[in-house]
């Protein structure tokens, strides 16, 4: 009996040093568990995590993807052509990739002239879509009122107001008209011409989507981060019209309360 004993010590010690037991041995010390043939279950695990990686690969667009789409925006486009006539010198460079909190590619573009200091431009790509955050002029619009529409055309687009006034700015000294929406206002210079509009409901969709109620993070994925921000307001500016100017003002729980557009005059 004794014998037996150290004989079965003596194949478990041999089995724990090697990681193999024989059929019997194998159900005697692990009675109805499934068994894993050895050295697969560190494959498995391993399996587990490029699975894990290759998911949030596949979840974001490449960074060569996302610098195509900086090269697609209109503005970067046009400096491309431009540079191969004058000598200008443009880089490309990654600035920071995307994560969970900040699902954005920022892009550096860098100028390089042969007689001036270099310039730079940061540009972001939505990680997921692959699109490029770029508010172009055209899309400074608020239920389809824009910036620098006349009169008649922004009545065109939102119907006729509510109600209406006019009042002397002592600021840009002239006389302002005000439209009142439902959830909107208008504001028209002295010829008559849109230079701010500002939505206070959800109803009144912004430039990229952009509505009353929004949190921050829904914000960074549609618009990407802001140039400016204080604590309860976010600026974003345009690459191709430098006084047009989008405000968000947040509240202390993170989400949207009012959308502006303004051509400048009254900022």
Do not use: H
Request: aromatic share 6%.
């Amino acid at each position: 009996m004794l014998k037996r004993i150290m004989l079965v010590l003596v194949i478990m010690i041999s089995g724990l040093l090697t990681g193999y037991y024989s059929e019997p041995v194998y159900e005697l010390i692990w009675s109805g568990r499934e068994r894993t043939p050895a050295g697969l279950a560190g494959a498995e695990g391993q399996k587990d995590r490029a699975g894990s990686t290759d998911d949030n690969t596949r979840k974001y667009v490449t960074a060569e993807e996302a610098v195509s789409a900086v090269k697609n925006v209109p503005w970067v486009n046009n400096l491309i052509r431009v540079s191969e006539l004058d000598g200008t010198t443009l880089t490309f460079e990654i600035d920071r990739e995307p994560s969970d909190d900040y699902p954005v590619w920022l892009i550096e573009v860098t100028e390089r002239y042969p007689d001036r200091v270099p310039e730079t431009k940061y540009f972001q790509v939505e990680a997921e879509s692959g699109r490029a955050l770029d508010i172009q002029e055209k899309d400074m619009k608020i239920s389809g009122i824009g910036l620098d529409m006349t009169r008649n055309q922004a009545k065109e687009a939102g119907g006729s107001p509510q109600k209406t006034r006019r009042k002397w700015d002592n600021r840009v000294q002239q006389t302002l008209r005000t439209d009142s929406y439902e959830g909107m206002e208008v504001i028209y210079d002295k010829n008559s011409v849109v230079v701010r509009v500002t939505a206070s409901e959800k109803d009144c969709p912004g430039p990229g989507g952009i509505v009353v109620g929004d949190s921050r993070e829904e914000v960074i994925r549609k618009l990407g981060k802001a140039g400016a921000v204080s604590t309860n307001l976010w600026t974003y500016t345009l690459m191709d019209k430098k006084d047009y100017r989008l405000l968000l003002d947040i509240n202390g729980e993170g989400r949207v309360t009012a959308v502006t557009i303004s051509s400048g005059l009254l900022d």
